[in-house]
């Protein structure tokens, strides 16, 4: 991330240059005046960044082993690549444990996605079964009512043929009955027609004996 190397940029400058600002260079022991070393040379002190002059002087001696002194750039280095390594472990700590994190998140939410799902997948199976049945019921009742507009439909039809055989039927008694009175009569007439001609019968034996 270019926050992450900034930050580490602005440490390591920081560092350098204090390590700078602090260090001193010494070029070897004072020696005493008036020692007798040939080639005595005389060098300059360089204390907190400035160069002193007058007393403050140091006398190098030829032939002699130079002395050793840390360089600022390299004390500047090493400690820039120090406190570098320290920061890329932290933000590299850091960034595994934001892994982490996300990783433990993603399980909970996943969980929590899942459970939600089958709460509800039950609530839905739950109301759909409800409504399955009330449904199947709806059918039923339905084909109930179907059933019986076409019974009383049927039932209908069997009464007005029913009504239309009893008109006919009582037609037909009238008829009879108007038949049978008529045969009466005609028996009637008969039995008068033939009581006449017995009389008249009688009458001629009657008239032929005298």
Partial sequence: ?????????????????????????VTCAQCPTGAGHEGQETALLVRDGKQSSG???????????????????????????????????????????????RAVGSRAWEEVRQHAQAAC???????????????ARERKIEMELKAIAARSSQLQRQMTAWATLFGKFNTELKEMGDLSNWARRIEEDLSETVHLLEELSERKRRAQGM
């Fill in 1 to 25: 991330m270019s926050t992450d190397g900034d930050t580490i940029s602005k440490a390591a400058e920081a560092t350098g240059e204090k390590d700078v600002g602090s260090s001193q260079e």
């Fill in 55 to 101: 007393n403050d002087e140091a006398h190098v001696v030829r032939g002699a082993p130079p002395l050793l002194s840390p360089s600022p750039t390299t004390t500047a280095t090493t400690t820039t690549t120090t406190t570098t390594s320290v920061l890329e472990g932290l933000i590299r700590a850091h960034r595994e444990r934001q892994a982490e994190l």
């Fill in 121 to 135: 997948d039950a609530v839905t199976d739950s109301a759909n079964a409800e409504v399955f049945a009330a449904f």
